[in-house]
T-cell receptor
Framework: AQSVTQLGSHVSVSEGALVLLRCNYSSSVPPYLFWYVQYPNQGLQLLLK??????LVKGINGFEAEFKKSETSFHLTKPSAHMSDAAEYFC????????????FGKGTRLHILP | EAGVAQSPRYKIIEKRQSVAFWCNPISGHATLYWYQQILGQGPKLLIQ????????DSQLPKDRFSAERLKGVDSTLKIQPAKLEDSAVYLC???????????????FGQGTRLTVV
């Protein structure tokens, strides 16, 4: 069975500093991996996804993530944090076949300090 | 392209009452999901439909929750009777089957925030 672990339920960074949100997955075969962002009182919005091919994936709002099979990780980074990045971030995994579900981590709330 | 539509956005009910949520997925998306998101937690899948058939409902509390997607488009999720612990945001999502073993990611609606008092 697949699972996702997000390290750190809360992360605080200063405006302009590097953002690093950690995600590790468990899967018997290489899965599809996603990062979603959720702003207050909103649904989830896709930031980026890894399916196959290039392991460094670029997403919206300057975010990127790198799939590392040997480490079973898919950490999310952004070189310079902006106040508007304050939100909850969810890592998710799926096999993306007809009957497979999308499993979410518990989420990491990102706080941006002025 | 219109997104996933959900209604209502907010609902407050007393325990033991019933409530229903409605979802209209993105046009053409055969897969529809209902997730429950309790405050401070990640979304938990309640039920997954492929067209009007149920793919996975293993985490749906069937003694009180029910869901249907009769025509393979819109879906409703019902809780009867509600308990205090059902207070959560209920998210609907849909995805498109692109071919053998290929799907788009899930697109989410804004959710329905349920408060049971």
């Amino acid at each position: 069975a697949q699972s996702v672990t997000q390290l750190g339920s809360h992360v605080s960074v200063s405006e302009g500093a590097l953002v690093l949100l950690r995600c590790n997955y468990s899967s018997s075969v290489p899965p599809y991996l996603f990062w979603y962002v959720q702003y207050p009182n909103q649904g989830l919005q896709l930031l980026l996804k890894y399916t196959t091919g290039a392991t460094l994936v670029k997403g919206i709002n300057g975010f990127e993530a790198e799939f590392k099979k040997s480490e079973t990780s898919f950490h999310l980074t952004k070189p310079s944090a902006h106040m508007s990045d304050a939100a909850e971030y969810f890592c998710a995994v799926s096999m993306m076949n007809r009957d497979d579900k999308i499993i979410f981590g518990k989420g990491t709330r990102l706080h941006i300090l002025p | 392209e219109a997104g996933v539509a959900q209604s209502p956005r907010y609902k407050i009910i007393e325990k033991r009452q019933s409530v229903a949520f409605w979802c209209n997925p993105i046009s053409g998306h055969a897969t529809l999901y209902w997730y429950q998101q309790i405050l401070g937690q990640g979304p938990k899948l309640l039920i997954q439909f492929q067209n009007n058939g149920v793919v996975d409902d293993s985490q749906l509390p069937k003694d009180r929750f029910s869901a249907e997607r009769l025509k393979g488009v819109d879906s409703t999720l019902k809780i009867q009777p509600a308990k205090l612990e059902d207070s959560a945001v209920y998210l609907c999502a849909s995805s498109l089957f692109l071919g053998v073993d290929r799907y788009t990611e899930a697109f989410f609606g804004q959710g329905t925030r349920l408060t049971v008092v």
